[in-house]
């Protein structure tokens, strides 16, 4: 028995994994393309964020192969989970035509794929590719994002699946078109037993959070001159130049001990169980948030995608609390820019897809701490059509950007002073039947050691009242603070 009580895992799996390398390898050689190999296999019960801390354990028997990519998505209320540990493939595309560019790539690889897939086809499982994009291709771009390009976007080695109740693990190994393998199986074997729990990894140095007490905070820009392009910006709105724009800000920590990233993510799927939990590593740093929006979702050809724009704090009493979600649905100031994000979202689907519908009016969507209006949409994708499709003509909606988008970007290119990085972009997964999620990365941070970056930012209209939209970005900041113990 294992660590966990389970069954260890079967000798058959590794046979079948065994024999299809072989056959991917004579396959590779004869097509003189690549191959990918997918094994899936039931798992024992496992938490998942418990699994991605043994997973970042240096190995001891080969330090230089610790896996310096890993991926965390959850939406807890859906009980549903998808994390990778380890590239088997990275697929890294730079540009304006990065979505498409990893759309294809993606599908020529899996046109060659041999899978043996013991789940059936359950969602998340076989080769999965998981990560995101950056906000802006074309954007600013400072060492403090280093690793996250434009793209990136990996199948993994070791992928765990929760879903239905039950979990499921998949190896994946890719072989190039000379016909050999680019993974060591002994180096995947040890890593997929450390990551099942089936013997202890090598002790690792517990990490305490920063909350501590000598946590140094700043803010980028600093309030006077945020609220400043916050005026700006609603100047322009009024002038005619943008219908709505979306100014972002960060928060930059420095604490005296490294910030526990297993325990803010915990935090984060305890409070936030409606939200889209997610973390992407690369080496030192961490992107990671609790994402209330979706961008959009694709299952068989049935469409999901989410407008959310317009925030007001929860109220301390049940009374107080409804007074306040009142007070948002009469906002005629909210219920404007919602609609500039609704009609964009509705456009941006009918161009793609049939049968575009949705409530005409907004309702609320509650988190732990905010209310937000919120327009659920549904589509049937046309045939020839792609969730990378999808993601590429709604990406960036109104609701992070602006509108007109092309305008939009302009300004904050030249106003906003920031480099958004991963911050607002798409972050998810794609299966092999082409079904998958993004989310937009918000309420999130990027964690490298002892320094973190917080990020929000506030839709800007005509109207908008500097000082208001400093308050709503702290209110929406304030779930990344609690998580990594920077309250109040």
């Known amino acids: 028995m294992s660590a966990t009580g389970a069954p260890p895992p079967t000798e058959a799996a590794r046979e079948r994994l065994a024999a299809l390398v072989a056959a991917a390898r004579v396959k590779a050689r004869q097509a003189r393309r690549p191959v990918i190999v997918s094994v899936v296999e039931p798992a024992p019960p496992l938490d998942l964020v418990t699994a991605l801390e043994r997973a970042a354990v240096p190995d001891y028997a080969a330090p230089e192969r610790t896996p310096a990519e890993r991926f965390y998505w959850e939406r807890p209320e859906d009980g549903f989970a998808v994390v990778g540990v380890g ?4 697929l890294a595309p730079v540009g304006a035509g990065r979505f498409t560019t990893v759309d294809r790539a993606w599908r020529a690889l899996l046109a060659s794929a041999l899978v043996d897939d013991a789940s059936d086809g359950a969602p998340g499982t076989g080769p999965t590719l998981v990560g995101g994009f950056a906000f802006d291709a074309d954007g600013p771009r400072t060492d403090r994002w ?6 990136l976007l990996f199948l993994p080695q070791l992928q765990l699946t929760s879903g239905g109740g039950r979990q499921w693990l998949t190896t ?3 072989v190039r078109a000379d016909g050999t393998p680019d993974a060591d199986p002994t180096v995947i074997g040890r890593q997929r037993a450390i990551l099942l729990g089936e013997h202890p990894a090598p002790p690792a140095v517990v990490l305490a959070t920063g909350g501590d007490g000598s946590v140094a905070v700043t803010e ?9 392009a916050v005026a700006d910006a609603a100047a322009a709105v009024r002038a005619g130049a943008l219908e709505k724009v979306v100014l972002a800000r960060e928060v930059r920590a420095r604490a005296g001990r490294p910030f526990d990233v297993a325990a803010a993510l915990r935090r984060l799927r305890d409070g936030y169980p409606s939200c889209h939990v997610f973390a992407v590593w ?3 740093r961490v992107f990671l948030g609790a994402s209330p929006e979706r961008l959009v979702r694709l299952d068989g050809r049935e469409v999901s995608a989410a407008c959310l724009a317009g925030s007001i704090a929860r109220g301390a009493s049940p009374a107080e609390d409804a007074e306040q979600g009142a007070r948002l649905l009469a906002s005629a100031k909210d219920r404007a820019e919602h609609a500039v994000v609704a009609r964009a979202l509705r456009e941006g689907l009918a161009e793609l897809c049939d049968e575009v519908c949705g409530p005409d009016e907004p309702a609320l969507l509650t988190v732990h701490n905010v209310h937000h209006l919120h327009t659920p949409l549904r589509a049937r994708l046309r045939e020839g059509r792609t969730l990378l499709d999808l993601v590429a003509r709604l990406h960036p909606t109104p609701a992070v950007g602006g509108a007109p988008r092309d305008a939009a970007l302009a300004f904050l290119r030249a106003h906003e002073a920031l480099d958004r990085g991963w911050y607002a972009g798409p ?7 082409g079904g998958g999620e993004f989310a937009v990365a918000l309420r999130s941070a990027l964690v490298r050691g002892a320094e973190a970056s917080l990020f929000a930012g ?8 500097p000082a208001e939209e400093y308050a709503e970005s ?5 779930p990344m603070r609690v998580a990594l113990e920077l309250a109040p």
């Open 87 to 90: 590239a088997a493939v990275t």
């Open 146 to 151: 280093l690793g996250f390009p434009a793209s």
């Open 172 to 174: 994946n190994v890719f």
């Open 220 to 228: 980028v820009p600093e309030r006077a001159a945020w609220q400043a």
């Open 282 to 284: 690369r080496g030192a």
């Open 427 to 433: 972050v998810g997964w794609i299966g092999h039947d």
């Open 458 to 465: 506030c839709g800007v209209m005509g109207d908008s009242d």
């Open 474 to 478: 702290a209110l929406k900041l304030r």
